[in-house]
């Protein structure tokens, strides 16, 4: 059994995700039990200079230093204050904040088919040595550099915690992520011969970072998103928009494929409102459409890079409580979609308890990443422990 803290501030940039979890087992066998989870949101003044330095302001070396360093301390008293009452962790996962994402890029493919790409690149601040030392706990961080440096996209890491956690014997699955960006794990049936192997996942597009953004824009910053999706509820979706939006490259990117907010962010939004001003949309249509947008694009991607439909849909991250989003998808679908909650795995903290696994894989020699989804040429260990 070993005793392992969990900690992320994703796309949305919320707030540092905590978990404590027990571990048992390895990988076919391994079960976790949720000890405690928490949200520590950050103070609005970092949670500012983090927004502006995923828009791409500019940053000075020291100040992105500074940054840094106010990350770690947030992320290591997120790391403290959830062990409060517990017997104190054997080890933390962190992987920080995301401030920037640059997936790999094809360059050229030679007859049999492979791929020459760039590397990527991906930069998440509070560096694991600092948390380490402040909580004088073993801590594993950075985890998408050593895929990235096999060339694979970094991202998304957490399906093959999925496959582990959340697959079903006779069953095929979609683990459905809605953060800021959405992505997916798709779990073929255990009962299949390596099963592990046909497991797929990638980034879908945007979940919830357009939605939040045109909350924001639309209440000049009083609400910072549609909670429970009542305002596109009350509205009605513009469908030549959504059919326009989904012709965006990124969508007919076969996968591997990842994203982020340097795509779909506040310049993304301006061109929404820009195209959407023809159409004369309420504030609610704005929304509907945002929302059916989300939806669309998760339809799209299923039915064109899935091997097969899943029986089931089991929906994780704060979109899962947006039930605007989840009727849409549920009649696009048309398949039944539940959350992880239902399938004993917390929706609101699945990718807390991911990096806690993923730290503890990295202590015992486990491979994190899964190469037929991140693109990578190997399985590699992720993270750097210190
Ligand atoms: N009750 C709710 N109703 C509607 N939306 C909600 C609700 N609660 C949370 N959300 C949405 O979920 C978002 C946060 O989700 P989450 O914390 O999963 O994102 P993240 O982890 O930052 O993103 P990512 O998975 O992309 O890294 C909020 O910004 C909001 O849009
Ligand atoms: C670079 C980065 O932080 N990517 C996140 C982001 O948020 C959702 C999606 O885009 C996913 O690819 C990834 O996060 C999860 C935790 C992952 O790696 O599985």
Known sequence: MTLVVGLISGTSVDG??????NITGRTEDIQVELLAANTYPYPIDLRSQILAACKGEAISIPQLAALDDAIALCFAQAAQNIQAGHPPAELIGSHGQTVFHRPPVLTSRDVAGNASTTLGYSLQLGRGAVIAQLTNTPTVSNFRAADIAVG??????????????LSHLHEARCVQNLGGIGNLAYLPPRSHVNWEEKVRGWDTGPANTLLDLAVQHLTDGAQTYDRD????????PCHPLVEQWLNQDFFHLPPPKSTGRELFGWEYLQQCLVDARSYQLSASDLLATLTEFTVASIVHSYRTFLPQMPERVFLCGGGSRNLYLKQRLQIHLDIPVLTTDEAGLSADFKEAIAFAVLAYWRQQG???????????????LLGELV
């Open 16 to 21: 540092i995700d905590a978990a404590l979890i």
């Open 152 to 165: 694979g996209h970094g991202a998304p890491l957490v399906p093959k915690v999925d496959a582990y956690l």
């Open 229 to 236: 999706g009542n305002w596109a509820a009350s509205g009605t």
């Open 366 to 380: 486990i491979p994190g990443n899964l190469p037929q989804v991140t693109g990578a040429k190997q399985a590699v």
